[in-house]
């Protein structure tokens, strides 16, 4: 709340200051179009700040100053530049957004600037809230102590994510990803689940807000910016998720952000580097790409003492199933506190959820559960890893029982660990999967 309080005398600071002050708008025009840019003469602004843009039509149309050039602005419309002509007038509204906040947004589905896309009218929201969110002082953040059940056996089992992690979920297409998701945001222990839809196919949205996001519904936000809207509006997307999340940890709540994709968001954050000029670098993406990348993700996590936590799950798409060699994939691992990676093959064969438990990682798990569940999944790890490395010598039945005694284990112990991974649609809380864990390795619980 401290910090809420703080971001209102702000707004109305400089809400009093442009009262008092000059009320002349100060025009420039549009000189130049190049690609998705537009450069704007006449007229001065901090990058960052939002213009408004006269068309023909007499709707202004909202850009982003992305940069500037030699005696020009580089902006960028928010929905595309058509309808722009040149000499068009160009005018500063404001020099940060600050998007409003509040109950108002829960049980809603929003796009990328705020507004309503389930066909209800606008959402009733008051509090100012700045769209690049406000930094948490790294040496007041509370650690990483508590459990996050997310009603997923394997992951909890496993893979325990604790309140306040940020972990990548990565996978390729057609695996299983969404339908995760989806009952991660129904069964995870949060007070207020944040969904952004960022470049998704426009009917993946509905399908995922009715089939998958269900009971979880009218604790939820779902910030949609499908694959149709421009790189700014993608972008701007994902970062109101991101301060939705943020205004809701100040109010002391624990909050789950679902961000789908990353991938998408630095594909986006691309096609802006690319047009103000940035040099390509690996595959494509500018070096801007990948420090965006880790202060996005830097924005969940937890809080102060007297704030909540944001427990935060980044999609991460990696191109024909290649987890190592993405510039985006790489980038995510080093600055997330875990990974969770589905595979194809599971997929392929029916298993439910697709996880590859030896591929995955909670690095703060040994600091969340007992030292007899960690022992117990370390066990596992090992078991479950030497039949995934000698699964074809065995069925070409050329293995010999009594020469490898681990991998004799876990034969034998195959369907029960095969519990433990395999799940339907219900949810599976955290005590029930750790008793599904000791079921499968009973001598090493005892």
Not at 31 to 36: A, L, M, Y
Not at 123 to 152: A, C, H, Q, Y
Not at 155 to 180: E, Q, W, Y
Not at 203 to 219: L, M, N, P, Q, Y
Request: neutral net charge.
């Amino acid at each position: 709340m401290i910090a809420l309080e703080a971001i209102r005398a702000l707004a109305a600071e400089r809400a009093r200051l442009a009262m008092a002050g000059d009320t002349i708008l100060r025009y420039g025009r549009v000189v130049r179009s190049q690609g998705d840019v537009l450069h704007a003469s006449g007229i001065r602004a901090p990058i960052g700040s939002r213009c408004l843009i006269d068309t023909e039509d007499g709707m202004p149309l909202p850009a982003e100053v992305v940069g500037f050039d030699a005696g020009t602005l580089l902006i960028m419309p928010e929905q595309g530049k058509r309808g722009v002509v040149r000499g068009a007038r160009v005018h500063v509204e404001s020099r940060a957004p600050t998007p409003l906040m509040g109950p108002g947004h829960l049980g809603r589905v929003i796009d990328g600037r705020g507004a309503a896309l389930d066909g209800k009218k606008p959402p009733e929201v008051t509090d100012p809230w700045p769209l690049m969110g406000v930094s948490v002082n790294p040496m007041e953040r509370e650690r990483i102590e508590k459990p996050f059940d997310v009603g997923v056996s394997a992951i909890n089992a496993l893979a325990t994510m604790g309140r306040g992690m940020r972990i990548g979920l990565f996978a390729g297409s057609g695996v299983g990803k969404t339908t995760l998701l989806g009952m991660m945001a129904r069964y995870a222990e949060a007070d207020v689940v944040v969904v952004g839809m960022i470049g998704e196919r426009g009917r993946e949205i509905r399908e995922f807000v009715e089939d998958h996001v269900g009971s979880a519904k009218d604790r939820s936000v779902i910030v949609a910016s499908p694959a149709d809207d421009t790189a700014l509006g993608r972008v701007h997307g994902a970062y109101l998720a991101a301060a939705i999340a943020e205004y809701w940890r100040d109010q002391g709540k624990h909050v789950l952000l679902v961000v789908d994709s990353l991938t998408r968001l630095a594909m986006a954050l691309r096609e802006i580097g690319l047009a103000v000029g940035e040099p390509p670098a690996t595959k494509g993406y500018p070096p801007s790409v990948f420090g965006a990348l880790a202060a996005y993700v830097e924005r969940a996590g937890n809080g102060t003492k007297t704030q909540g936590s944001i427990t935060a799950i980044y999609t991460v798409l990696v191109e024909g199933d290649d987890h190592v060699g993405d510039p985006v994939g790489d980038t995510a691992r080093s600055v997330l506190d875990g990974h969770i990676v589905l595979s194809r093959a599971l997929a392929e064969a029916a298993f439910y959820p697709p996880i590859d438990i030896v591929a995955s990682l909670s690095r703060p798990m040994p600091g969340l559960v007992g030292p007899a569940h960690y022992k117990l999944a370390a066990r596992f790890r090992a078991l479950w890893a030497r039949r995934q490395e000698k699964q074809d010598i065995v069925d070409l039945g050329a293995y010999v029982a009594g020469r490898d005694p681990l991998l004799d284990e876990a034969l034998r112990r195959g369907p029960a660990m095969e519990v433990v991974l395999r799940q339907g649609t219900e949810a599976v809380p955290l005590p029930k999967a750790i008793a599904a864990l000791q079921a499968a390795l009973p001598e090493a619980a005892s």
